[in-house]
């Protein structure tokens, strides 16, 4: 059977992307959250910081640290969420660019068909290194959240350890 009668090869090309696409949403929807979180986390620390409250000099270093770590999170989550923006907008294009190349491909416009699938093809390829690039960056992302939560946690770990000798 010739690719141009089958009807699954049409309908795959037009899937992946749209499948794609779905996924990339989910991710974008994660991602957003995280970032609104980690905004929260900064908004709550600088507050502390700016409060009128005096503290330790330890404790105002560590909300210090705390402040730079959520700025760095936050950057690395808008960027990665710029990241898969671009990969959605990709693979939609690429999902269009597939609908209406397996459309032409029927009125044997053979031309058009081949601008489309050239079209598709780069599409998908720039949106799928938009999404390796986002799942990179939420990575350190991730690794900047679980240093912060280790060094937290060492810290709350020392202070029971003291006031258990005191």
Same mark, same amino acid.
């Given at each position: 059977?010739?690719?141009?009668?089958?009807?699954?090869?049409?309908?795959?090309?037009?899937?992946?992307?749209?499948?794609?696409?779905?996924?990339? *949403?989910?991710?974008?929807?994660?991602?957003?959250?995280?970032?609104?979180?980690?905004?929260?986390?900064?908004?709550?620390?600088?507050?502390?910081?700016?409060?009128?409250?005096?503290?330790?000099?330890?404790?105002?270093?560590?909300?210090?640290?705390?402040?730079? *770590?959520?700025?760095?999170?936050?950057?690395?989550?808008?960027?990665?969420?710029?990241?898969?923006?671009?990969?959605?907008?990709?693979?939609?294009?690429?999902?269009?660019?597939?609908?209406?190349?397996?459309?032409?491909?029927?009125?044997?416009?053979?031309?058009?068909?081949?601008?489309?699938?050239?079209?598709?093809?780069?599409?998908?390829?720039?949106?799928?290194?938009?999404?390796?690039?986002?799942?990179?960056?939420?990575?350190?992302?991730?690794?900047?959240?679980?240093?912060?939560?280790?060094?937290?946690?060492?810290?709350?770990?020392?202070?029971?350890?003291?006031?258990?000798?005191?």
């Amino acid at each position: 059977m010739s690719p141009e009668a089958n009807p699954f090869a049409a309908l795959s090309l037009i899937v992946a992307p749209a499948i794609m696409t779905n996924a990339c *949403t989910v991710l974008a929807m994660s991602t957003s959250n995280r970032l609104a979180r980690t905004a929260d986390r900064a908004r709550e620390l600088s507050r502390e910081i700016e409060g009128p409250e005096v503290v330790p000099e330890d404790v105002a270093a560590r909300r210090s640290r705390d402040l730079g *770590t959520a700025e760095a999170r936050s950057l690395l989550l808008l960027r990665a969420l710029r990241s898969v923006y671009m990969a959605l907008s990709g693979f939609a294009a690429a999902a269009l660019a597939s609908l209406l190349g397996a459309t032409f491909v029927a009125a044997g416009q053979n031309t058009l068909t081949t601008a489309l699938e050239s079209a598709a093809i780069l599409a998908g390829a720039i949106a799928v290194a938009s999404l390796v690039y986002a799942s990179v960056l939420l990575v350190r992302e991730t690794r900047l959240a679980v240093t912060s939560l280790q060094e937290r946690a060492a810290a709350a770990q020392l202070r029971a350890r003291r006031a258990g000798r005191g």
